[in-house]
T-cell receptor, first 110, second 114 residues
């Protein structure tokens, strides 16, 4: 079935470090791919998305490229800030369903 | 603020009981989704409604039911509650309920079954 696998957390980095959170997927058809972020005590918010192969989604310094050949949608940011501390969810949308990965908790230390 | 309102924010109840969670979607959105978030299962899709009609069903137990009313608000009913039903329940909404649409999430209802 359709599924998303994220790198296990938690991930702890220092401020200004480079971030990569890996995400791979399995899907029938051609899914749209998303990254959502959940700050403490809040619901999920869309961070970025890509709807077809080779599309790059970007927002707030975060980027992810839809790689069909490797079925991946890794999240990257060149220089993280303390305010980026949150839980990040990779997700795919296909056949009226949005399927989420397990989430990766990111903590940025000053 | 996403514009999606969920009530109550916290709910504590006992096993065997029944509860109702309420969701008001963002103004103008026609589709409502329910998700369950727990430590062991992650974020699980339960059910989606569009303009009052069920559109998609996920891992929703038979003890759970939902509906969307003419004013587009939705309710999730959980009955014969078990300890394992303790979780954070999210409602989300979108305009058309299309597969690749952005979802707007509420802050969730934390359910504790004792």
């Amino acid at each position: 079935g359709d599924s998303v696998t994220q790198m296990e957390g938690p991930v702890t980095l220092s401020e200004e470090a480079f971030l990569t959170i890996n995400c791979t997927y399995t899907a029938t058809g051609y899914p749209s791919l998303f990254w959502y972020v959940q700050y403490p005590g809040e619901g999920l918010q869309l961070l970025l998305k890509a709807t077809k192969a080779d599309d790059k989604g970007s927002n707030k310094g975060f980027e992810a490229t839809y790689r069909k050949e490797t079925t991946s949608f890794h999240l990257e940011k060149g220089s993280v800030q303390v305010s980026d501390s949150a839980v990040y969810f990779c997700a795919l949308a296909v056949a009226q369903k949005l399927v989420f990965g397990q989430g990766t908790r990111l903590t940025i230390n000053p | 603020d996403s514009g999606v309102t969920q009530t109550p924010k916290h709910l504590i109840t006992a096993t065997g009981q029944r509860v109702t969670l309420r969701c008001s979607p963002r103004s103008g959105d026609l589709s409502v989704y329910w998700y369950q978030q727990s430590l062991d299962q992650g974020l699980q899709f339960l059910i989606q409604y569009y303009n009052g009609e069920e559109r998609a069903k996920g891992n929703i137990l038979e003890r759970f039911s939902a509906q969307q009313f003419p004013d587009l608000h939705s309710e999730l009913n959980l009955s014969s509650l078990e300890l394992g039903d303790s979780a954070l329940y999210f409602c989300a909404s979108s305009y058309q309920g299309a597969t690749n649409e952005k979802l707007f999430f509420g802050s969730g209802t934390q359910l504790s079954v004792l």
